[in-house]
């Protein structure tokens, strides 16, 4: 089974550009979660979506926003871009339903902001 | 609120010693726990996870981890470290009130040295 896929790999982009990030989950996933990683904050925690509704989020501002469609794939998009959005960002997949279930996450992808 | 701590920011071992990493946590409720592995650029892999049950869980690689309620610990072992293990290990925690937002400690590094 395929694991899940996220593109692009890298992205460089200049202060004030938007971006957004795709995430193909792992077949029959049908939660999606998103997670921010930097040197200094470590691995945060962005949102989930489950069944194209977004079920949880995290303490970001609202530049930082989110979808899902019909099949599971979900996007992340950030608006006005600040340097300190340079991180790597995560998506991970689980079956979703009730309560936690184990995660299983894509390579990420690398954004700078110049 | 809900917190992991990775006290050890890194750690240097020599090939074929043995070696436990630490993670303490704070949680109201029942805790699920995670250790994820992370290469150089690359997302996070699941070792192993403990949701109920018995206490000391199996993972890939040859790991284990032990969970401790009266410790708050889910330590991280395995009997001989083997140099392909060099990476970033990150303990997670989560619970049924936080469905799949996964509280990450800041990691830790490991170096095996020949």
């Known amino acids: 089974k395929a694991g899940v896929t996220q593109t692009p790999r890298y992205l460089i982009k200049t202060r004030g550009q938007q971006v957004t990030l795709s995430c193909s989950p792992i077949?029959?996933?049908?939660?999606v979660s998103w997670y921010q990683q930097t040197p200094g904050q470590g691995l945060q925690f962005l949102f989930e979506?489950?069944?194209?509704?977004?079920?949880n989020k995290g303490n970001f501002p609202g530049r930082f926003s989110g979808r899902q469609f019909s099949n599971s794939r979900s996007e992340m998009n950030v608006s006005t871009l600040e340097l300190g959005d340079s991180a790597l960002y995560l998506c991970?997949?689980?079956?979703?339903?009730?309560?936690?279930?184990?995660?299983?996450f894509g390579p990420g992808t690398r954004l700078t902001v110049l | 609120a809900q917190s992991v701590t990775q006290p050890d920011i890194h750690i240097t071992v020599s090939e074929g010693a043995s070696l436990e990493l630490r993670c303490n946590y704070s949680?109201?409720?029942?805790?699920?726990l995670f250790w994820y592995v992370q290469s150089p650029g690359q997302g996070l892999q699941l070792l192993l996870k403990y949701f109920s049950g018995d206490t000391l869980v199996q993972g890939i690689k040859g790991f284990e981890a032990e969970f401790k309620r009266s410790q708050s610990s889910f330590n991280l072992r395995k009997p001989s470290v083997h140099w392909s293990d060099a990476a970033e290990y990150f303990c997670a925690v989560a619970s049924s009130n936080t469905g799949n937002q996964f509280y990450f400690g800041t990691g830790t590094s490991l170096t095996v040295i020949p």
């Open positions: 077949s029959g996933h049908r939660s």
């Open positions: 991970a997949s689980s079956r979703g339903g009730r309560g936690t279930d184990t995660q299983y």
């Open positions: 979506y489950f069944s194209e509704t977004q079920r």
């Open positions: 949680y109201g409720a029942t805790p699920y």
